[in-house]
């Protein structure tokens, strides 16, 4: 180990000698290190940019927001109707009273829950989490009951579904008369 | 035979599987007889046997040969060896030590061994055979690939990648931001703090248990009890509605295992008062909060008093506080376990209105 180290002190300058350095001036030196950075800073500053627009995509293949669900009377009392689960996230649930509209959005980490008729809840595959068909849950680890989406009467008679509008059970607002849907 | 594989299904149950584990992995620990080459190969054998065995069931084959879970399978066998042959060369150092001999690696050299060549040959030498065996695996197994992902549809049951199982499972017990965010960076800053909170010279350089056998068996437990041995349950044991399933039980999509869950707050103010839970959330939660508080203000300065008197006294005062925080943390987590497991509890604290819930 030490011996290897005092060789290479000894094979820089013979190296050096060989090589004939090309003379550079002080100003042109400057001058490059101020190319080189100036390249540098901006090609950096154009990928952030680049990056940042990443963040805006000229189209987004995400389905609506709201949409219409069909007539009332499409649906059978009692149920919970998965028709709209693999395009929008949402049940609509059919009750005695009338309906509304859960989101399929498990309240542990967001995972999809599935329906499982035969159990009547709703289970998340993910950390187990469990939901009555009203949404509340009763197993695993989700501190809250399932959201529920806006629901009403379209004026061609359809029931349209709003989700980007919330309604929380912890706040109190299962009691909104928007987030039910009497029939 | 059906009734060894009920019996294995039943022992797998996770509160009886996972007590097995702890009084086995404390007891094997301090067992010096265990960790020789002979009980060694006796247990890869029996393993090797075990696995060859079961195979047969067609359940117990269709978990583990999974093209994501064959890695986990070779975790096992891995993580077993480096854990016996570590123990097994402290234990031998422990001997010769008794018998006032120098430790094995002082008789190998007893100078200083250099970063270079002598480790980065070896590194050189493990990251060529890690590549090659990743390559030829990559060609052989094909990827499990699933269908397109979805935001409405997830596979049943969701597993995350083999090494966030852990955390999975730790997310079954805790709220995300608890189990996904505080834990994780906990047990990394933990790791890093290691060395300036445990600053006995002890072990430098060779292997040994008896000189630091508490720090050792503390380590090993969040290692291979809450880490590895989650990774196994997350992979072997959680199926469809993750549920837990014995080894070899059929994933039953429909298996109903009741599971209501209460929180702390209903369990005091509706079961022993016989009160309605109060309205306002602090009064309702005040129970489950001087809990919290009690665990990890006030167990501290008692333990350092009655049973950790020697340790509180030669970490000081400081690196005492960092560390018995760090260990309450890792031990919450199979105190939540059980507590799930046996009361159904579900949150200590739970403030869904601050998204808050311990
Ligand atoms: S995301 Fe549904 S249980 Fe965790």
């Known amino acids: 180990m030490s011996s290897e180290k005092e060789a290479v002190p000894g094979k820089v300058p013979e190296k050096a000698k060989g090589a004939t350095p090309p003379k550079v001036s002080r100003r042109s030196f400057l001058n490059w290190i101020a190319i080189g950075w100036g390249s540098l800073t901006a090609a950096t500053l154009v990928g952030v940019a680049a990056t940042l627009r990443f963040m805006f995509p000229n189209v987004l293949f995400e389905p609506p927001s709201s949409f219409k669900a069909g007539f009332p009377d499409e649906y059978a009392v009692g149920e919970v109707d998965e028709r709209w689960k693999e395009k929008f996230g949402v049940w609509i649930v059919r009750t ?34 469990g939901f009555y068909r009203t949404g509340i849950n009763f197993e695993g680890p989700a501190p809250r009951p399932l959201e529920r989406a806006r629901i009403m009467l379209a004026d061609d008679g359809q029931i349209l579904v709003d989700k980007s509008r919330k309604f929380l059970w912890e706040k109190g607002e299962w009691e909104d008369p928007e987030s039910f849907l009497k029939v | 035979m059906q009734f060894v594989k009920d019996l294995f299904n039943f022992l797998s149950s996770p509160a009886i599987f996972f007590t097995l584990v702890i009084v086995l992995f404390f007891v094997a620990l301090r067992t010096r007889r265990l960790w020789t080459d002979r ?76 970063c270079w060549p002598d480790l980065v040959y070896t590194e050189l030498i493990a990251l060529l055979v890690a590549s090659i065996v990743l390559l030829v695996w990559a060609i052989l197994i094909e990827a499990p690939l699933e269908e397109p992902a979805s935001i409405t549809v997830a596979p049943n049951p969701s597993k995350a990648p083999w090494y966030f199982l852990g955390l999975q499972e730790m997310l079954v017990y805790f709220d995300p931001w608890l189990a996904g965010v505080v834990f994780p960076s906990l047990i990394i800053l933990g790791l890093m703090a290691l060395p300036y909170i445990d600053t006995n010279p002890k072990g430098n350089g060779y292997y040994t248990f008896r ?48 599971l209501n869950n209460i929180n702390f707050s209903e369990f005091i103010w509706v079961r022993w008062l016989g009160t309605g839970l109060p309205q306002q959330w602090l009064a309702r939660e005040i129970f489950g909060i001087l809990v919290v508080l009690a665990y990890f203000l006030a167990l501290p300065p008692l333990l350092a008093r009655r049973w950790l008197n020697d340790i509180h006294r030669k970490m000081g005062a400081a690196r005492y506080a960092v560390g018995i925080v760090l260990i309450l943390s890792m031990i919450a987590l199979p105190i939540k376990m059980y507590l799930r497991w046996i009361f159904n509890l579900k949150y200590i604290i739970a403030i869904p209105e601050f998204f808050f819930n311990i």
């Open chain 1, 96 to 129: 005695t009273e009338g309906f509304f509209a859960l989101l399929a959005v498990c309240t542990h980490l967001g995972c999809p829950p599935n329906w499982l008729a035969a159990e009547a809840k709703y289970k998340c595959p993910c950390h187990g989490s």
């Open chain 2, 211 to 258: 000189e630091r056998a508490r720090e050792i068996a503390l380590f090993l437990f969040g290692f291979l009890v809450l880490w590895v041995f989650m990774i196994m349950t997350g992979t072997f044991l959680r199926g469809p509605n993750w549920n837990f399933f014995g080894p070899y039980e059929y994933w039953d999509p429909h298996k109903l295992v009741p």
């Open chain 2, 39 to 114: 009980v060694g190969t006796v247990a890869l054998v029996a393993v090797v046997v075990y696995f060859v065995v079961s195979f047969f069931d067609p359940n117990f084959k269709k978990v583990v040969t999974a093209p994501d879970n064959v890695p986990i399978v070779g975790m096992l066998f891995l993580i077993g060896f480096f854990a016996w042959f570590s123990l097994k060369q402290a234990y031998e150092n422990d001997d010769r030590m008794a018998r006032g001999e120098p430790p094995a690696e002082k008789l190998e050299t007893d100078e200083k061994v250099w």
